[in-house]
């Protein structure tokens, strides 16, 4: 099905040559809306499915930034949504055959440390996965990776850097820290969130993780990127919810679209 999808899609992008891919997280999606010169329904892509979830549009998005080519998910697809965790990492594959070769990975996540606030962004240096999934059980497709990948370095450690110096340079406060990724879709009880911190976990999500691992491991360097959206259970006194994400990464969108688009600029 990889190579139907990819000529597919080739067929439909004409000659735009993708080097970077960004998968855009819940409420982030607008920077699709401002760069756009193609787009492509999920619906219409074999492999693919629609998201379900407020803030996830279901398109892939074309579009030249600052002088590259760049392909968007216009929202992604959960494992807490019922596909499995191939399905998951599907589209991940798609953009290496493409000729993707850096990934930017986004998220809504909630701030584990107390330090953070809603509306910070964070830059991912390390994960933590805690779906008890890895997508690159079963049989190995040695054309893109290796049966045993090293994840000492998921996230491309001078990109990290990289995007901390433009967050400075653009005047953005930037955190930085771990992510825990969960399986969802209920939130973290406190003493999951405790556990957490325990483990030397940042903030808390239900995603990002199997895609960073399969970026990886197909040889893409990777940027992660979190928008705090909340903070956990535990750390806040007030209850959790899908629309103050949203309200959250609203609050972000501009200093987050100003950040992505300055990265671009320095890949």
Not at 123 to 133: A, E, K, L, R, S
Not at 159 to 174: C, F, H, R, S
Not at 185 to 210: F, I, K, N, Q
Not at 230 to 239: D, E, F, K, L, Q
Request: with cysteine; glycine share 10%; net charge negative.
């Amino acid at each position: 099905m990889i190579e139907e999808t990819v000529d597919l899609i080739k067929k439909k992008i004409q000659g735009f040559n993708p080097e970077v891919g960004i998968i855009l997280g819940s409420g982030l999606g607008e920077l699709a809306e401002e760069y756009c010169d193609i787009s492509i329904d999920y619906k219409d892509i074999p492999g693919f499915e629609a998201s379900t979830v407020k803030g996830h549009k279901g398109r892939l998005v074309f579009a030249e930034i600052n002088g590259k080519n760049v392909v968007m998910m216009q929202g992604r697809f959960h494992f807490y949504e019922g596909h499995s965790i191939k399905k998951v990492v599907y589209p991940v594959k798609i953009m290496k055959k493409l000729g993707v070769k850096t990934i930017i990975i986004t998220n809504a996540a909630g701030g584990v440390n107390s330090s953070f606030n809603p509306s910070d962004l964070m830059v991912i240096t390390d994960h933590i996965n805690f779906m008890g999934q890895n997508p690159l059980i079963g049989e190995n497709e040695d054309s893109m990776g290796v049966r045993f990948p090293d994840m000492s370095e998921v996230y491309t450690p001078e990109y990290v850097e990289l995007v901390k110096n433009v967050g400075n340079d653009a005047g953005i406060d930037l955190q930085e820290g771990v992510y825990m990724a969960l399986t969802g879709p209920s939130y973290e009880t406190p003493a999951e969130v405790r556990m957490a911190r325990t483990l030397g976990a940042d903030a808390v999500g239900m995603s990002t993780v199997p895609e960073a691992m399969v970026a990886a491991w197909a040889g893409m360097k990777v940027i992660g990127i979190s928008c705090i959206c909340n903070s956990a259970a535990g750390v806040s006194t007030v209850g959790l919810s899908h629309e103050d994400v949203i309200a959250a990464a609203e609050k972000a969108k501009n200093k987050f679209k100003t950040l992505v688009v300055e990265v671009i600029k320095k890949l």
